[in-house]
């Protein structure tokens, strides 16, 4: 992150009062309780923004080298990226034009990949989706004027960040999804990291409460008093939306031992947790000198699959090395393994219960407000009405 942008950043601070509340919101939230719960408002969520949007996918990261591949599903759809001989992306359905077996794991990842082989009847496909062979049928499909190359979507990567379009083919341009964003990400040089560790686990909530318990860091004075409060600021964060994207930088509780100094030389990256959310999927976390990275894969409307990777600025020189960003993924999945998620779930079992009608999000969960804002925003405009919604009032 430029160093002028890091002070303007922390001017910010500097000028938000003694509880930060300069960099509370104009205004707070109410949202409906069912919004988590409905599964028709799911199904709205999972076909406008899952299914029918550029969607963040991963990192360039994630796919190192000719024949590396990763799969994923969005709203059930199959898809597997795979870098091709000549550096590019090609995004397939996973999905066999025989009779319809996926042709990697579903929610895999692996590299050396040369050619897709059906585990059902062993049809092969080339790593750009193009049917090779239907081997041992003899002649038995020489009939068949089916085009049965595996179907393409579009898929795009820059800024080291990987984005696909599960349906459709408008192709995708990033830095207009970015809408903005791509100023301060591209200062980090995303497309040189890389990967240490994936690793992927299942959680009975709402995909929305994986955003709504890392937008805002009101919560960590408490549930996480016996963990990492002391070493970070419980009160606000520093918030910039861009488009549906947000940027919120979660600050350590000694930040004002920086403004100490002579305002030309502060930085604010050893105090800053700079989050990126690029919703409906995605969650990049730049924390001191590693990443880490979130997809979010929602499987019902109350369960949801999160796979969180760490990734370091270049390829470790030693095993005490490596071992040091495997250390900081156990830390990140041992807090929020034991303090969010386990509290997301019960908030998720309460709200199914029909206990609440509605939530409230204050001003000082600014971010949280844009992303539900965002979302609403964005099914009333697919539907052409709020219907899906109750009104509210504060
Ligand atoms: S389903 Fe793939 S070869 Fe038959
Ligand atoms: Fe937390």
Redesign the pocket.
Known sequence: MRRERQIELLQRVADAGPHLEGLFGPASMVNDASVYTDPDRFALEQRVLFRGEPTFFGMSADLPAPGSWRSMRFDGIPLVVVRLDDGSLRALINT?R????PLVDPAGRGEGLRTFT?P????TYSRDGRLLGRPASYGAFDDVTLECDLATRPVAERHGLVFVRPEGDDPIDVDEVLAGAQDDLGSFALEDWVLIESRAREWDVNWKLVYDTFTESYHIRTLHRASIAPSFNSEATIFEPFGRNLLTIGLRANVRDELEKPREEWSLLPYGTVQYFLPPTGLVVHQLDHLEVWNVEPLDVGRTRLTTSVYAPSEPHSEKSRDYFVKNLDLLLSVTGTEDFPLMEEIQRNLSSGAIGQLVYGRIEQPLVHFHTEINRALDAATGTAAHRRPRQI
């Open positions: 066999c025989h009779r319809g077996a059906c059902y009847h062993a049809w």
